[in-house]
């Protein structure tokens, strides 16, 4: 079935820094969406960017999408130890269920 | 003011017992889910109700049987418990269920298996 998959599946920089995590995915979608997971939390929605839209911006957080290529990025500016936490990119599928990637867990250290 | 939240958030147990873990939200959403993430964090749908009404039932052993009272609350009883059934099982809740909405997630309870 549908499934995103996310790339690198680790990711270690300092603080700071710009973070990219990038999103694969096999089929059609209406919609993308990002998330962010902090240990022993639940999801937390971040952002989603429609299928006719190529780009969108919410703080330090910028994500882009490709559906030519079929896959979508998200960049994070200027790092903070408080970023640290796994990322995850969930698509649509047939109007009804989100499908999750397995997530990049991301780490920011000081 | 918790938007989604579950109880309990731990649940330890015994193989072949029964359990319900219960999810409730304030946000007036029309929709609500059952999600398990397993060790590796991959999260994978489990089910979904629509106003009180079963939209998505995933390849799920009969032995997990959700029940929406109102559509404010979505509970998942599991019978019979086994070891493979440990993970962190999550409820969430979107205003619609067509997937062009952000989800609300609860932050998950806990299940592990002796």
């Known amino acids: 079935s549908q499934q995103g998959e996310e790339d690198p599946q680790a990711l270690s920089i300092q603080e700071g820094e710009n973070a990219t995590m990038n999103c694969s995915y096999k089929?059609?979608?209406?919609?993308l969406q990002w998330y962010r997971q902090n240990s022993g939390r639940g999801l937390v929605h971040l952002i989603l960017?429609?299928?006719?839209?190529r780009e969108k911006h919410s703080g330090r957080l910028r994500v882009t999408l490709d559906t030519s290529k079929k896959s979508s990025s998200l960049l994070i500016t200027a790092s903070r130890a408080a970023d640290t936490a796994s990322y995850f990119c969930a698509t649509d599928q047939a109007g009804t269920a989100l499908i999750f990637g397995k997530g990049t867990t991301l780490s920011v250290s000081s | 003011d918790t938007a989604v939240s579950q109880t309990p958030k731990y649940l330890v147990t015994q193989m072949g017992n029964d359990k319900s873990i219960k999810c409730e939200q304030n946000?007036?959403?029309?929709?609500m889910y059952w999600y398990k993430q397993d060790s590796k964090k991959f999260l994978k749908i489990m089910f979904s109700?629509?106003?009180?009404?079963?939209?998505i039932n995933e390849t799920v052993p009969n032995r997990f049987s959700p029940k929406s009272p109102d559509k404010a609350h979505l509970n998942l009883h599991i019978n019979s418990l086994e070891l493979g059934d440990s993970a962190v099982y999550f409820c969430?809740?979107?205003?619609?269920?067509?997937?062009?909405?952000?989800?609300?997630f609860g932050d998950g309870t806990r299940l592990s298996i002796l």
């Open positions: 089929t059609s979608i209406n919609n």
């Open positions: 969430a809740s979107s205003p619609t269920g067509d997937g062009n909405q952000p989800q609300h």
């Open positions: 109700y629509n106003n009180k009404e079963l939209i």
């Open positions: 946000l007036g959403h029309d929709t």
């Open positions: 960017i429609r299928s006719n839209e």
